[in-house]
């Protein structure tokens, strides 16, 4: 067990960790920087004494966002070819043959969160033809895809998503951003698919949209609470599909270079690339 017992806090410069218990960090009081093993940063921002005069790096990763991107492209497709429908008509040995109900240029695509991952699951589904639209707080530039910026513009952006994917960072301004009154604002019929956290999904929220027929099925693949309780309405709910935070799974030893990258910048007397605005809280 890790803990001050088996370690002398004064000798460690370098902290690598996702959800350090609280305080743990403000003790090591020659700490130089901090890595996160995950692109989210939240697990350590949670922590009231997080000493915000150390630098935290956080994990970027082409490989993880490429399957991040596999991930919310599956469940588009999933939903977009009506695939339940064909595996049931299999289970029945029935032949039952149908168009799609909708054209892929007609099905319109979008991600909340146009960053690292967000644009390459952007890419992804514009180059499957979709019609991709992407929301985040300063106007971006991808080819294709058409960018909304800003809380003046969510709505707008919210009333052109038959797909809402999310992949905000969770922050004060993105806690519960996907709650009732956002739900009311996608078309009827959308399809939500959170990868990024549990915390911007008001779960209770999303299931009263799924219920009334407002919202047609959703796709979590994180939880407010983690593991998800077995108590849980979600998992039984036949409107959603649940994975236990699989979206995609931060590899150690790309995770181990990066860190070694890291360090080894700091001391040169340089700042790595991806350290956390603190202001911004990603
Ligand atoms: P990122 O590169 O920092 O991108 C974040 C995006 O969100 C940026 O476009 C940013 O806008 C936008 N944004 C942040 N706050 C906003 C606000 N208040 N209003 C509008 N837009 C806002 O992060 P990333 O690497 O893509 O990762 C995103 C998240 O995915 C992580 O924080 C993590 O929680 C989650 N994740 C989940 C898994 C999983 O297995 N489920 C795996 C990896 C990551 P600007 O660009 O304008 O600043």
């Excluded at 088996?6 to 690598?16: C, E, K, R």
């Excluded at 991600?111 to 952007?122: D, K, M, N, Q, S």
């Amino acid at each position: 067990m890790f803990g001050p017992e088996n370690y002398d806090p004064a000798s460690i410069d370098y902290a690598v960790s996702f959800r350090p218990p609280f305080g743990l960090l403000k003790s090591l009081p020659k700490l130089k920087a901090v890595f996160s093993l995950g692109a989210g940063v939240d697990g350590f921002l949670i922590d009231p004494d997080y000493p915000k005069h150390i630098p935290l790096v956080r994990f970027v990763d082409p490989t993880l966002s490429g399957e991040m991107a596999q991930y919310a492209v599956m469940h588009v497709l999933i939903q977009h070819r009506t695939e339940h429908f064909f595996t049931a008509a299999q289970q029945e040995h029935k032949w039952r043959q149908r168009m799609l109900p909708r054209r892929t240029e007609d099905t319109r695509v979008g991600i909340l969160g146009l960053g690292e991952i967000g644009t390459v699951c952007a890419e992804r589904l514009r180059d499957l033809r979709f019609p991709v639209t992407g929301w985040s707080r300063t106007r971006k530039s991808v080819p294709g895809v058409k960018s909304y910026a800003g809380a003046g513009e969510l709505d707008a952006f919210l009333s052109g998503c038959d797909f809402l994917i999310c992949v905000l960072p969770l922050t004060p301004d993105t806690r519960h951003i996907l709650n009732a009154a956002a739900f009311a604002k996608l078309p009827k019929g959308a399809y939500v698919i959170n990868i990024a956290r549990g915390g911007h999904v008001n779960e209770p929220d999303l299931i009263a949209a799924l219920d009334s027929g407002h919202l047609s099925g959703a796709t979590l693949d994180v939880f407010e609470t983690e593991p998800l309780p077995e108590t849980s309405p979600i998992w039984s709910h036949p409107k959603i599909m649940a994975t236990p935070h699989i979206a995609a799974i931060t590899s150690p030893l790309v995770a181990a270079q990066s860190v070694v990258e890291g360090i080894a910048v700091i001391e040169c007397g340089g700042k790595p690339e991806n350290t956390v605005d603190f202001s911004r809280g990603y």
